[in-house]
């Protein structure tokens, strides 16, 4: 999907909707786009759609569940939210070989600090796909928020980048860690790395960003004399480093 000129791309879904109504994937790619840009409501109406014409269609039910999570935290809807975790545990056990639908929950309990079994959901995810490494990149990301064990996050990020080096997220996540920990040359070289495996514009000005602030700070360290460590962010609040790898 172009995801750089947004109207454009929701013009063409329009307009594959008027041609293909009733087409599963019509909907469901849709309903990414809409929820990557925060149109969380419309998203839950697209997944909604590609549910009801493809029932078995495991992401999409995946996806809608995280769509509604989303609706729910956002407007509060403490029933809504409650229903919402149990529509994922039924989608853990009807989809049980989808490694998609344990990531998104994995996700999910993260987020609400349930930190145990979000490392068990991962871990069941990586059993159904062991070659996918941004499940890696997130079971560190857990590491980080749950017992801020660097050393086993920066461990579980390089693991990915061996397992795939196309992985950009690894990259971008791992450059990320290695600025908190004042490594900033290596930080630098990550960042290059992710910006060679951007598929998109913005993808593309968010990591230039990430990689012109780590030099910045370079420079500084460099023309001051002291080590990088003096500068550092603290990294006391692990959930502040999964804000910015997740955003």
């Known amino acids: 999907m172009q995801l ?66 989303r609706y729910a935290m956002i407007s509060q809807n403490v029933g809504m939210l409650r229903q919402n975790i149990s529509d994922f545990r039924k989608a853990t056990e009807r989809f049980s070989s989808c490694a998609e ?30 070659y996918n490494a941004t499940i890696l990149v997130h079971r560190g990301l857990l590491q980080l928020q749950w017992k801020g064990n660097i050393e086993q996050a920066v461990e579980l990020m390089k693991d990915a980048i061996k397992l795939d080096e196309k992985c950009e997220f690894a990259y971008e996540t791992l450059g990320t860690v290695e600025v908190q920990r004042g490594n900033l040359v290596v930080a630098v070289d990550l960042f290059d790395k992710a910006i060679g495996l951007a598929r998109t514009e913005t993808e593309m000005t968010h990591l230039f960003s990430l990689k012109d602030a780590a030099i910045s700070q370079l420079k500084v360290t460099t023309k001051l004399g002291i080590g990088p460590q003096l500068l550092k962010p603290n990294i006391g609040n692990p959930s502040k480093l999964l804000n910015i790898c997740i955003n």
């Open 101 to 130: 639908v344990f990531v998104l929950y994995g996700q999910v309990l993260t987020e609400r600090q349930e930190f145990a079994e979000a490392d068990k959901l991962y871990l069941k995810a990586l059993e159904i796909e062991p």
């Open 4 to 69: 750089d000129n947004i109207e454009e791309c929701l013009e063409g879904f329009a307009k594959a909707a008027e041609l293909g109504p009733d087409i599963s994937d019509v909907f469901h790619h849709r309903g990414q786009v809409k929820l990557l840009i925060d149109k969380t409501e419309e998203a839950r109406q697209d997944f909604s759609r590609a549910v009801e014409l493809n029932p078995d269609f495991a992401i999409a039910v995946v996806q809608k569940c995280y769509a509604d999570y």
